[in-house]
């Protein structure tokens, strides 16, 4: 067991190696042996062996009390900290910095080089309110709406004259400097960075079918003005993570069989008849009777439409249902599949790279009635608001299959909305989201329970990232970026290479001491040492960990924690041999005494590892995590693998060999 353990743990370590030699084992036999191949998994590196963005924040404490300043900024870093956690960034760096009185969070993200792409990962958590319905509703008069009328005519020539400045062949940025009024782009020259489907589909939908180098050759109306678009690039767009591989999304379906105790479901069945249920429909599940099965059997909100997720990106769903649907091949119905949500079997109707888009854009502002008359004179605040979100999570409505946003409130929030709703019956509430109306019910009746509903026009991969954005949470003040900046590896390749070297070596010199003076055992504790490696490296990429020089420290002096344990077993072994023992008896002996000493002084480190993991961020809290999980494996590699080895030596050998330990009998 222990032997194919290790064995599988190379595989990981070296799966790269490991698929170049099974090609070569079926090309040298014609394709009679064909051994499996591994999925293979790359460590993942943090900013200092990789580079990423590197970006400084201003926080706004104009409205804050003096007294609650530096505790509103520990909220800023916290909240940050979470919204980049949730997109998978590598252990993110997030720290404050007040010591000029200006209020800054630093936040440095690992393997995201693009920093239009990391702003909008920190930015674009959305404001949510809920308002009710003011006193007064105000219309445009005839002289206000002739006003607009006049105002947005004057926009459409402008635009229009711009447009044949671009046409006619002139400088797009330098015209998007001089004419464009988004104030977010204009000084950049209208450039939107790169978007894609997810980001922006409004725009990509506008501009995907136009040539490379291209502009829009018509004003494209907006509901708030007029744009004017340039196709700079088209890519396949790069897995933030690995450069090398091209990010993908699926089309697919799902059955979902749900159980007592799994998350979101209501059924009363055990996990053990939910799986014999979801392993029966499997047995008559094709591709042509999917949507019907799903219809009649699965417990997901969305059965209606036959189970249809529509395209979505690996990061949309739960760790377990995204490997296995973008492991299987287009058409194919997966094997029972277990999340957090119950079982599944998937069929995979698509699959298709993604595109990024280059995009300028010259805008040119119309007026709305919105701006006359204004929202919120509307409408007027409640209680409630976002920061009484406990929970937002997608559903599907049970009668149009569209999907939609479903909030819970805390404690506190779910009293606000009983009240809301109670003093508006026969009244709309609306539920704003960055100062636009996304939704406004009627309400019929007084609602308990805290819950409530997000419809609208989303699509399904819309409503999930609506949904993850807040549950990332609310900022406690403005934030402003002040700063930003791509930054590379701070160790650079020669810097790295010198630094394997320099451990390479301490390990041959650890090897040396060890055989030098522990002889025997001290070959046996170096190919312990060896298996430790192997062990922890594949930990550290299935968990994965996040490989930094902090985490590198932490794996390095784990090593050392390794060869301890050895030492002071071999020692006690030394002891017990000059005293006369047999070896059988010696052995026992020396593992069972060294094992208090052992247990001791590395539980004693874990619990300082837990302590730095659960109070500290960062490069310490990866320093932590990699010199714990060394430590475990350290106990493992001393007390099992090193005792299995001595098992394996002849007894009658070894007993007439006992200067092999350096044992001299007294």
Request: glycine content about 8%.
């Amino acid at each position: 067991m222990v032997t194919l353990l290790v064995i599988f743990a190379a595989v990981i370590d070296a799966g790269a190696y490991y698929n170049r030699a099974t090609d070569w084992v079926a090309g040298k036999t014609n394709q009679v042996v064909q051994l499996p191949k591994t999925k293979d998994i790359p460590f993942r590196l943090g900013l200092d062996l990789q580079g990423g963005t590197h970006l400084v924040y201003q926080a706004d404490m104009s409205k804050v009390p003096s007294g609650d300043q530096n505790a509103a900024l520990e909220g800023v870093r916290d909240v940050i900290e979470k919204r980049v956690n949730a997109f998978g960034v590598s252990e993110p760096l997030v720290q404050t910095n007040n010591s000029s009185g200006d209020y800054r969070v630093i936040v440095e993200l690992a393997g995201i080089k693009d920093v239009n792409q990391a702003i909008k990962m920190i930015g674009e958590t959305p404001l949510l309110e809920f308002k009710e319905e003011g006193t007064e509703a105000p219309k445009l008069d005839q002289a206000k709406q002739d006003e607009m009328n006049k105002f947005n005519a004057e926009a459409e020539k402008k635009a229009e004259s711009v447009l044949g400045k671009v046409i006619s062949g002139g400088d797009f940025a330098a015209l998007a400097k001089q004419y464009s009024e988004d104030t977010n782009t204009k000084e950049n020259g209208g450039d939107l960075g790169w978007i894609n489907e997810s980001t922006e589909p409004g725009i990509v939908a506008k501009v995907k079918d136009m040539a490379v180098g291209k502009t829009s050759s018509d004003l494209v109306r907006a509901t708030n003005g007029f744009d004017i678009y340039k196709l700079e690039e088209k890519r396949k767009k790069a897995n933030p993570f690995d450069e090398k591989q091209v990010e993908k999304e699926v089309k697919a379906s799902h059955i979902l069989i749900c159980y007592s105790g799994a998350e979101g479901c209501t059924k009363e069945i055990s996990k053990e008849a939910a799986y014999a249920k979801i392993k029966e429909i499997k047995a008559k599940a094709t591709p042509k009777n999917f949507a019907s099965l799903a219809k009649e059997f699965s417990n997901d909100p969305g059965a209606g439409n036959g189970g249809d997720l529509g395209w979505f990106g690996k990061t949309a769903m739960v760790a377990p249902f995204a490997d296995a649907v973008f492991a299987q091949k287009v058409g194919e119905i997966s094997f029972v599949v277990e999340t957090k949500f119950g079982y599944h079997i998937i069929l995979k109707e698509g699959e298709r790279d993604l595109y990024e888009y280059k995009v300028r854009r010259i805008f040119t502002r119309a007026m709305t009635a919105q701006d006359i008359s204004g929202t919120d004179k509307n409408w007027k605040n409640t209680e409630l608001s976002g920061k009484n979100l406990k929970r937002a999570s997608v559903q599907f409505n049970p009668n149009t299959s569209q999907p939609e946003v479903s909030l819970e409130f805390d404690e506190e929030g779910a009293k606000f909305f009983e009240t809301v709703t109670d003093r508006n019956i026969n009244k709309q509430v609306a539920i704003f989201l960055d100062g636009y109306v996304i939704s406004s019910p009627n309400v019929n009746e007084k609602i308990s329970g805290g819950k409530a509903v997000i419809s609208g026009s989303f699509n399904i991969q819309e409503a999930k990232l609506l949904a993850q954005r807040l549950n990332a949470g609310a900022l406690p003040v403005p934030i402003n970026l002040v700063g930003q900046q791509t930054v590379g590896a701070s160790l650079g390749n020669e810097s790295l290479a010198t630094s394997l070297k320099a451990g390479l070596i301490g390990l041959i010199l650890i090897a040396v001491f060890m055989i030098a003076y522990y002889r025997f055992a001290g070959i046996l504790s170096v190919i312990s040492l060896f298996v430790y490696g192997i062990l922890l490296l594949a930990i550290f990429k299935i968990w994965p960990v996040t490989m930094t020089l902090s985490g590198i420290a932490g794996f390095v002096l784990s090593m050392g924690i390794a060869v301890d344990a050895n030492v002071l077993i071999f020692e006690r072994l030394k002891e017990e041999l000059r005293n006369g023992k047999p070896l059988g008896m010696a052995i026992r002996e020396s593992f069972n005494r060294a094992w208090p000493s052992i247990r001791d002084g590395n539980l004693s480190i874990l619990i300082t590892c837990f302590i730095l993991i659960q109070l500290s961020t960062s490069t310490v809290k990866g320093f932590a995590i990699t010199l714990g999980l060394g430590t475990i494996v350290s106990m493992f590699s001393a007390i099992v693998f090193t005792r299995l080895l001595f098992d394996l030596i002849p007894v009658n050998w070894f007993e007439n060999n006992k200067w092999l330990v350096g044992a001299v009998k007294k």
